[in-house]
């Protein structure tokens, strides 16, 4: 039998869980890399249209993001993470919400798996329920914007790997 990462059978959580993957044309090490400092971050987190105020941030085990998304329509969604588990260019485990406090708060796990000269990432989200999943999924479109997320994340990524093979800064 298939466990979850909690070690739940795989059938309890499958109803809870979103997964969107990527591949990304550089090593595990720079698609990591544009995690780690909020200077990075706030370049290409987010769905299309969106943009990032950052109010703290600290990339470190029990560190925290808070932040602000900007959508589109002038609408301001208050973001909390702290990071819960991190292994430098292969893993990075986080608690998402409103805030600190958040009962609604999901769990995600991102992992950055080399494939040739690219990296794979795969972000799974897990929701503490099914009724929390489907809204995030239909309410606040979860799917569409992980996948804009990430393929933000590959942009900015490939203008990392071309500043520096030019011999810029990042």
């Known amino acids: 039998m298939t466990t979850s990462n909690a070690g739940e059978p795989a ?13 990304i044309g550089a090593p595990p090490g720079p698609v990591f890399e544009a995690f780690t400092l909020v200077r990075h971050l706030s370049r290409w987190w987010g769905p299309e249209g ?4 950052t109010r703290s941030f600290e990339f470190r085990v029990g560190g925290e993001w808070d932040f602000v998304l900007h959508g589109p329509d002038g609408t301001d969604y208050q973001e909390w993470i702290t990071w819960t588990e991190i292994v430098p260019s292969e893993r990075i485990a986080l608690a ?6 958040d009962p609604n708060a999901f769990s995600s796990v991102l992992t950055f798996e080399p494939v040739g000269e690219e990296t794979r ?15 995030a999924a239909e309410k606040y479109h979860a799917i569409e914007g992980g996948q804009q997320t990430l393929s933000h994340l590959a942009t900015y990524v490939a203008e ?8 810029g800064e990042d």
Not at 11 to 23: G, M
Not at 50 to 53: A, E, P, S
Not at 96 to 101: E, I, L, P, Q, Y
């Open 11 to 23: 059938y309890a959580t499958a109803d809870r869980e979103i997964v969107v993957s990527r591949l």
């Open 50 to 53: 969106f943009t990032t105020t």
């Open 96 to 101: 998402h919400g409103a805030s600190r406090d």
């Open 121 to 135: 990432i795969v972000m799974r989200t897990l929701f503490p329920t099914k009724e929390l999943r489907d809204e």
């Open 160 to 167: 990392l790997v071309r500043i520096v093979r030019a011999g």
